[in-house]
Structure formats: C-alpha cells, structure tokens
C-alpha cells in the first residue's frame, strides 16, 4: 500500500532541545517537501528536495535542518535556534521533475503535531 | 496582496445545496492550480488538479480564469461529508527549465453541510 508516513503523531518537548521528524513514502517520487501549518494560517515551506542529496530553503527556514540521504526518508529537525516550533508538520512528497514540474501533484502525509513548553 | 486569497467563511449551507468557492491569486505566471481538501486536524488531501480552463469530477467541478486570476471550486448536492477547509493552492515556481515547483496555499475556506 503506497503513500507516505510521518512519525510520531504527536511529540512534545522541552525548550532548548532539537528534534527530528520522521516522513518515509513508497511512492517512488524523487521529490519531498516540509511545511508548517499554524492556526488560520495556510501551509508555510520550510525545505524542499528535487533529489537525493540535495535540498533547498523554503519560505521559512531559519532553526530548521534537512537531510536526504535516501529517495524514501526526508527527516527534518527543528533545531533550538526555532523561535515558535509549536505547530503542526506536514511532509509531502510528488514526482517532481520526472512529472513535469509544471503539473507537479503533491500528496501529504497524516502530520506531526509538535508542542513545545 | 496575499498571493492567493480565499474567503475564509464558514460557508453553513443545507445538505443538497450548491455551493461556490473564490479564489483570487497574484503571480500571473502561475502555471497550475490545485484544491485540496482539509478536515480537522487532518492533512490536507488532493481534490482536484486545474491545469487548463477547468476541470469536474461528479458533483466538483473547477473553473479556471487566467485573464482575472481567479479559480472556483462548485460543490452542487453538498454532503454532510463533504464539510471540512477548502484549499485554494497555486503553482508558483514551476518551469519546464527544472526548476522545483513551489505551491502557495490559501489559508482556506470552511464548509458545513446540514441536515
């Protein structure tokens, strides 16, 4: 059964302490994506990967890191340098280049909720 | 200007009702757009990818302006079920040169189907 995974559903922490957020897909797609979602506002793009080993900044990528290392996994850590890591994540991922950028469909996977205190 | 604007709601229609969705975008080099849907606390899940004039799927049906910058989203004989956040979403970094694309969501528009 194809689609992407993102893991734990909800995760807490103390200030000052950095944490990685899993997402794995098998839906072959060569492109993945991290926003944020806050309250009333729409979707924000924190980091974004065309392919293996490379990936770029979003609209708001400042106290956020990045890694791709494999097509499957894009995990993102939210580093203590994040002023307001309180919110909600979502990992998505689409064919990318291979299905033309310009009709480039993303499918989103179920989230991680992220509080901080 | 927001780069895509919706009417945020809520839209409270009765079950059998239609009901219409604007949306407004700014980057008139936008080369698709896409509706999602959203319920609560949920992600947010593709309903309809707009890539010409329009596009209808059953009771959906989008419309597509590119001369005002503007795309529906009709919804007719609404559902309980079809009650959750409408997201208008714009392709604004695609190319055909490589470049990744870039969607820019709308904050979204809240539906409540009734009895």
């Known amino acids: 059964d194809g689609g992407i995974t993102q893991s734990p559903k909800y995760l807490f922490r103390k200030e000052g302490q950095n944490v990685t957020l899993s997402c794995e897909q098998n839906l072959n797609h060569d492109a993945m994506y991290w926003y944020r979602q806050d309250p009333g506002q729409g979707l924000r793009l924190i980091y974004y990967s065309q392919i293996v080993n490379d990936f770029q900044k979003g609209d708001i990528a400042e106290g956020y890191s990045v890694s791709r290392e494999k097509k499957e996994s894009f995990p993102l850590t939210v580093t203590s340098a994040q002023k307001n890591p309180t919110a909600f994540y979502l990992c998505?991922?689409?064919?990318?280049?291979?299905?033309?950028?310009?009709?480039?469909?993303?499918?989103f996977g179920p989230g991680t909720r992220l509080t901080v205190t | 200007r927001k780069e895509v604007e919706q009417d945020p709601g809520p839209f409270n229609v009765p079950e059998g009702a239609t009901v219409a969705f604007n949306c407004t975008y700014s980057?008139?080099?936008?080369?698709?757009f896409f509706w999602y849907r959203q319920d609560c606390r949920k992600e947010p899940k593709l309903l309809m990818s707009?890539?010409?004039s329009g596009n209808e799927d059953g009771r959906f049906t989008a419309q597509l302006n590119r001369a005002s910058q503007y795309i529906s989203l009709l919804i007719r004989d609404s559902k309980l079920s079809d009650s959750a956040t409408y997201l208008c979403?714009?392709?604004?970094?695609?190319?055909?040169?490589?470049?990744?694309?870039?969607?820019?969501f709308g904050t979204g528009t809240r539906l409540q189907v009734t009895l």
């Open positions: 998505a991922s689409s064919f990318g280049l291979a299905g033309g950028w310009g009709y480039d469909e993303q499918y």
């Open positions: 980057n008139s080099a936008s080369q698709s």
């Open positions: 979403v714009v392709n604004t970094g695609a190319s055909y040169t490589g470049t990744a694309s870039k969607l820019t």
């Open positions: 707009v890539y010409s």
